[in-house]
Nanobody, 126 residues
Framework: QVQLVESGGGLVQAGGSLRLSCAISGRTLSNYVMGWFRQAPGKDRAFLAA????????TYAGAVKGRFTISIDNTKNTVFLQINSLKTDDTAVYHC???????????????????WGQGTQVTVSS
Protein backbone atom coordinates (compact mmCIF):
# COMPACT_ATOMS: atom_id res chain seq x y z
CA GLN A 1 0.00 0.00 0.00
CA VAL A 2 1.44 3.34 -1.04
CA GLN A 3 1.63 5.87 1.77
CA LEU A 4 2.32 9.57 1.43
CA VAL A 5 3.44 11.83 4.25
CA GLU A 6 3.73 15.58 3.79
CA SER A 7 5.89 17.90 5.82
CA GLY A 8 7.28 21.41 5.72
CA GLY A 9 4.15 23.44 6.34
CA GLY A 10 3.87 26.12 8.97
CA LEU A 11 3.20 29.77 9.69
CA VAL A 12 5.02 32.20 7.42
CA GLN A 13 4.75 35.89 6.64
CA ALA A 14 3.54 37.09 3.29
CA GLY A 15 6.42 37.35 0.85
CA GLY A 16 8.26 34.43 2.39
CA SER A 17 8.99 30.98 1.00
CA LEU A 18 8.35 27.40 1.98
CA ARG A 19 9.49 24.04 0.70
CA LEU A 20 7.01 21.25 1.20
CA SER A 21 8.08 17.62 1.08
CA CYS A 22 6.16 14.44 0.43
CA ALA A 23 7.73 11.12 1.35
CA ILE A 24 6.43 8.08 -0.50
CA SER A 25 6.63 4.59 0.99
CA GLY A 26 5.30 1.18 0.04
CA ARG A 27 5.53 1.74 -3.68
CA THR A 28 5.71 -1.39 -5.76
CA LEU A 29 5.83 0.01 -9.28
CA SER A 30 8.57 1.87 -11.07
CA ASN A 31 6.45 4.71 -12.41
CA TYR A 32 4.16 7.08 -10.61
CA VAL A 33 2.75 10.49 -11.32
CA MET A 34 2.95 12.76 -8.31
CA GLY A 35 0.78 15.79 -7.71
CA TRP A 36 0.23 18.60 -5.22
CA PHE A 37 -3.17 20.00 -4.38
CA ARG A 38 -4.41 22.39 -1.74
CA GLN A 39 -7.68 22.92 0.04
CA ALA A 40 -8.61 26.18 1.70
CA PRO A 41 -11.46 26.35 4.24
CA GLY A 42 -14.82 26.13 2.51
CA LYS A 43 -13.30 25.49 -0.90
CA ASP A 44 -12.76 22.48 -3.13
CA ARG A 45 -9.41 20.78 -3.39
CA ALA A 46 -7.46 22.59 -6.11
CA PHE A 47 -4.72 21.30 -8.37
CA LEU A 48 -1.32 22.97 -8.12
CA ALA A 49 1.29 20.90 -9.93
CA ALA A 50 2.14 17.42 -11.15
CA UNK A 51 5.37 15.69 -12.11
CA UNK A 52 6.43 12.44 -13.71
CA UNK A 53 8.42 10.02 -11.61
CA UNK A 54 11.54 10.65 -13.69
CA UNK A 55 11.02 14.40 -13.41
CA UNK A 56 10.81 14.76 -17.17
CA UNK A 57 7.30 16.16 -17.40
CA UNK A 58 5.47 18.72 -15.29
CA THR A 59 2.14 20.49 -15.32
CA TYR A 60 1.21 23.59 -13.33
CA ALA A 61 -2.03 25.34 -12.57
CA GLY A 62 -1.99 28.69 -14.32
CA ALA A 63 -2.57 30.59 -11.10
CA VAL A 64 0.67 29.35 -9.50
CA LYS A 65 2.99 28.98 -12.48
CA GLY A 66 6.17 30.92 -11.90
CA ARG A 67 5.75 31.02 -8.16
CA PHE A 68 5.47 27.29 -7.38
CA THR A 69 8.02 24.68 -8.45
CA ILE A 70 7.51 20.94 -8.24
CA SER A 71 10.50 18.62 -8.20
CA ILE A 72 11.30 15.04 -7.33
CA ASP A 73 14.17 13.04 -5.91
CA ASN A 74 13.19 9.54 -6.93
CA THR A 75 16.29 8.07 -5.30
CA LYS A 76 14.83 9.22 -1.98
CA ASN A 77 11.17 8.67 -2.92
CA THR A 78 10.41 12.29 -2.16
CA VAL A 79 8.58 15.00 -4.08
CA PHE A 80 8.88 18.69 -3.24
CA LEU A 81 6.88 21.83 -3.74
CA GLN A 82 8.79 25.09 -3.51
CA ILE A 83 6.50 28.06 -2.90
CA ASN A 84 7.88 31.57 -3.26
CA SER A 85 6.39 35.01 -2.67
CA LEU A 86 3.73 33.59 -0.40
CA LYS A 87 0.40 35.38 -0.24
CA THR A 88 -2.34 35.21 2.37
CA ASP A 89 -4.49 33.48 -0.28
CA ASP A 90 -2.03 30.59 -0.21
CA THR A 91 -3.28 29.64 3.25
CA ALA A 92 -4.58 26.07 2.94
CA VAL A 93 -3.90 22.44 3.69
CA TYR A 94 -1.47 21.15 1.07
CA HIS A 95 -1.88 17.55 -0.05
CA CYS A 96 0.43 15.25 -1.95
CA UNK A 97 -1.12 12.69 -4.29
CA UNK A 98 0.07 9.79 -6.41
CA UNK A 99 -1.13 7.52 -9.15
CA UNK A 100 0.68 4.63 -10.80
CA UNK A 101 1.61 4.89 -14.43
CA UNK A 102 3.58 6.75 -17.05
CA UNK A 103 2.96 10.48 -17.42
CA UNK A 104 0.47 11.09 -20.21
CA UNK A 105 -2.04 13.89 -19.91
CA UNK A 106 -2.23 16.71 -17.43
CA UNK A 107 -3.26 15.03 -14.15
CA UNK A 108 -5.16 18.06 -12.87
CA UNK A 109 -8.21 16.28 -11.48
CA UNK A 110 -8.41 14.73 -8.01
CA UNK A 111 -10.06 11.59 -9.39
CA UNK A 112 -6.93 10.84 -11.42
CA UNK A 113 -5.02 10.04 -8.22
CA UNK A 114 -5.31 6.88 -6.17
CA UNK A 115 -3.25 7.78 -3.13
CA TRP A 116 -3.34 10.84 -0.89
CA GLY A 117 -1.44 12.16 2.07
CA GLN A 118 -3.04 13.68 5.15
CA GLY A 119 -1.81 17.12 4.26
CA THR A 120 0.33 19.83 5.82
CA GLN A 121 -1.06 23.18 6.93
CA VAL A 122 0.36 26.33 5.41
CA THR A 123 -0.72 29.59 7.02
CA VAL A 124 0.42 32.90 5.58
CA SER A 125 0.10 35.99 7.73
CA SER A 126 -0.05 39.54 6.42
Amino acid sequence: QVQLVESGGGLVQAGGSLRLSCAISGRTLSNYVMGWFRQAPGKDRAFLAAIAWNGGSTTYAGAVKGRFTISIDNTKNTVFLQINSLKTDDTAVYHCAATAGTYSGTYVRTEQYNYWGQGTQVTVSS
